[in-house]
């Protein structure tokens, strides 16, 4: 059976990069669709924007990011890329998290290495999380994997303060 996840994994292993527009509300995902996108991205700015009118700073719950991603991902065939914010708490919640994303149909989600309360990717004065708290994080989130093509992506935000090459030093930590 081919599921969203394994989907998601023979487009991540294929050349090229993937093309995956940020949505938040499912008329936009139908419509990423029908325009021929092979993937879907439920984006945080997005969600806080359209859900709040608020840029991103940590205000939605797990509860309605899983929710409206699950929304997303019921009337579309691609697969779901969901924002996971910095996983809404310790290791018991970030597994938590998974698990409800994975039941929501949701292919794979991106964890951020910002402190608990984060700014928006694009915005200044983000503080990160030491490496191995992060690390920790990817840890718990394997951890509630009840599908094993489920993707985990670790998004770094250390590019605009610790340069680029201690994005690179992050991003090696967070592969292994």
């Known amino acids: 059976m081919s599921t969203k996840s394994s989907k998601l994994r023979r487009l991540l292993a294929s050349p090229g990069l993937i093309?995956?527009?940020?949505?938040f509300n499912p008329l936009l995902a139908r419509l990423v669709e029908r325009v021929g996108?092979?993937?879907?991205?439920?984006?945080?700015?997005?969600?806080?924007?359209?859900?709040?009118?608020?840029?991103?700073?940590?205000?939605?719950?797990?509860?309605?990011?899983?929710?409206?991603?699950g929304q997303i991902a019921r009337v579309?065939?691609?697969?779901?890329?969901?924002?996971?914010?910095?996983?809404?708490?310790?290791?018991?919640?970030?597994?938590?998290?998974?698990?409800?994303?994975i039941e929501q149909g949701v292919a794979g989600i991106h964890l951020e290495d910002q402190v608990a309360d984060k700014k928006c990717?694009?915005?200044?004065?983000?503080?990160?999380?030491?490496?191995q708290e992060m690390v920790d994080r990817l840890e718990a989130?394997?951890?509630?994997?009840?599908?094993?093509?489920?993707?985990?992506?670790?998004?770094?935000?250390?590019?605009?303060g610790e340069g680029f090459e201690g994005a690179l030093e992050r991003a090696k930590a967070y592969i292994e």
């Open 121 to 131: 990717g694009h915005l200044p004065g983000k503080q990160l999380v030491p490496i």
């Open 141 to 160: 989130a394997g951890g509630g994997r009840t599908d094993p093509d489920f993707v985990l992506i670790a998004r770094t935000d250390a590019r605009a």
């Open 37 to 69: 996108f092979p993937a879907v991205y439920v984006s945080g700015a997005g969600l806080s924007n359209g859900m709040l009118g608020l840029p991103d700073v940590g205000l939605l719950s797990m509860t309605e990011v899983t929710r409206m991603a």
């Open 76 to 101: 579309t065939s691609l697969p779901v890329i969901s924002y996971a914010d910095t996983g809404y708490g310790g290791p018991g919640m970030i597994r938590r998290a998974v698990e409800e994303f």
């Open 19 to 23: 093309q995956a527009p940020g949505v």
